[in-house]
Nanobody, 121 residues
């Protein structure tokens, strides 16, 4: 399974970005997909996860109400819509696929390469 994350960039505080994660190589619909982020000097942290059916989502408290995760199984793609961005959202964002909906990185078997999001104040 290969994951390709894209959509990062530089945005001002209060702005929006949409990240995409394209999954290829195996049956996409069987995997839960999560987004994580890692800021310089910090550990990788959970952002959001979506079930393989798309019917269940879960968010970190820090992004709840501002970020929305969704998936299009026909396109093998998971999205992370990020609104009302804050400077503290600055990080490399990674998508990951695995058999469980977990907030822990170790639970995920496959990872994308990451895409950088920079939010200026």
């Amino acid at each position: 399974v290969q994951l390709q994350a894209s959509g990062g960039g530089l945005v001002q505080a209060g702005g929006s970005l949409r990240l995409s994660c394209v999954v290829s190589g195996r049956t996409f619909s069987g995997y839960h997909v999560g987004w994580f982020r890692q800021a310089p000097g910090k550990e990788r942290e959970f952002v959001a996860v979506i079930s393989w059916s798309g019917g269940s989502t879960y968010y970190a408290d820090s992004v709840k109400g501002r970020f929305t995760i969704s998936r299009d199984n026909a396109k093998n793609t998971v999205y992370l819509q990020m609104n009302s961005l804050k400077p503290e959202d600055t990080a490399v964002y990674y998508c990951a696929a695995g058999p469980s909906r977990s907030v822990y990185p170790v639970a995920y078997d496959y990872w994308g390469q990451g895409t950088l999001v920079t939010v200026s104040s």
